[in-house]
C-alpha cells in the first residue's frame, strides 16, 4: 500500500524551531524497559529515499515475522522533504513520510527499527527515539556508519561489541554482525534496552551485515521513489 503524505501542520522550518522541539520531546524517551524479546511477535523495518530534483522523499515500512524474517506486510509514502539538511536534525527530514508509511500498515508493527540513531545523537534524540516518542512503539536505531562518538577495540568474531562513548557514558554499541566485517552501530530509541536492541541486530543478520528490516525497507524505499519518475 502507498499513501501520499504532506508536511504537518505546525512542523518546524528552521533550526531554531526544530532544536525547541527536540529539547520539548527529549524527557519523553521511555529508557527503563527492557523491550520485546527477539523472535517474538513482529518487527518493522524503516528507511528513506530522496529525489531531490524534485525534492521528494518516499519512506518504506516492512513489517517482518520477528521468528521467520518472512515478509508479513510492506507499506509506503512519498511527499516533499520537510525540513532542509541540517547534520543532527534528519529526523524532521523523515518523519512526516515515515508516519505516512506505518500509518498504511494494518499489521501491528512491533519493534520498530531505524536506519539511523536513537540516543547515540549528539542531542540524545535521534530518529529512533523522536518516532518513538511521537508513536508510542518500541523502537531502535541500526546505523551504517558512526556518527559522533568513538569506541574501543573491538573483537572480529560475530557478536563482539564495544560501547560507543559520549565521554564516561555508554550511549550505543558497536556490533559486529559478521566475522571481520566492519560493525553496526546500534542505540536505544525508545522503550527498549541496549542489550536487548543489540540482540534483535544479532537476529536480524543471520546472513549479512546489515538487518533484514533495513536490507528491505531500502529497497522498497528506492522502487517506491522509482515508481514515481515512470
Known amino acids: 500500500m502507498q499513501r501520499i503524505t504532506g508536511v504537518p501542520e505546525g512542523w518546524p522550518t528552521d533550526e531554531a524551531a526544530a532544536r525547541a522541539v527536540q529539547d520539548a520531546l527529549r524527557d519523553r524517551v521511555v529508557r527503563d524497559e527492557t523491550g520485546p524479546a527477539p523472535g517474538a511477535g513482529t518487527v518493522t523495518g ?57 500509518e498504511a500498515l494494518r499489521t501491528d508493527p512491533g519493534l ?3 536506519d539511523g540513531y536513537g540516543l547515540a545523537h549528539p542531542r540524545r534524540f535521534g530518529l529512533a527515539s523522536h518516532l518513538g516518542v511521537l508513536t508510542g512503539l518500541p523502537t531502535m536505531g541500526v546505523a551504517k556508519n558512526p556518527f559522533a ?38 542505540s536505544v530509541g525508545h522503550r527498549i534496552g541496549l542489550a536487548t536492541a543489540c540482540a534483535h541486530t544479532l537476529a536480524l543478520t543471520p546472513a549479512y551485515r546489515l538487518a533484514e528490516t533495513t536490507r528491505r525497507a531500502d529497497r522498497l524505499c528506492r522502487d517506491a521513489l522509482l515508481g514515481l519518475t515512470r
Not at 573491538?154 to 566475522?179: C, H, I, N
Open 149 to 186: 562518538f568513538t569506541h574501543g577495540a573491538l573483537g572480529q568474531a560475530r557478536g563482539s561489541a564495544a560501547a560507543l562513548l559520549d565521554g564516561g557514558e555508554e550511549v550505543g554499541r558497536a556490533l559486529r554482525t559478521r566475522d571481520g566485517v566492519k560493525p553496526v552501530y546500534v
Open 46 to 102: 524503516i528507511d528513506v529515499a530522496y529525489d531531490d530534483a524534485r525534492d521528494l522523499v518516499a519512506a518504506a515500512a516492512v513489517v517482518l515475522d520477528a521468528a521467520t524474517l518472512d515478509v508479513v506486510e510492506e507499506a509506503t509514502a512519498v511527499g516533499r522533504v520537510a525540513f532542509p539538511y541540517v547534520p543532527g536534525l534528519l529526523a524532521f527530514r523523515e518523519i512526516p513520510a515515515v508516519l505516512g508509511a506505518l
Open 112 to 114: 520498530v527499527v531505524c
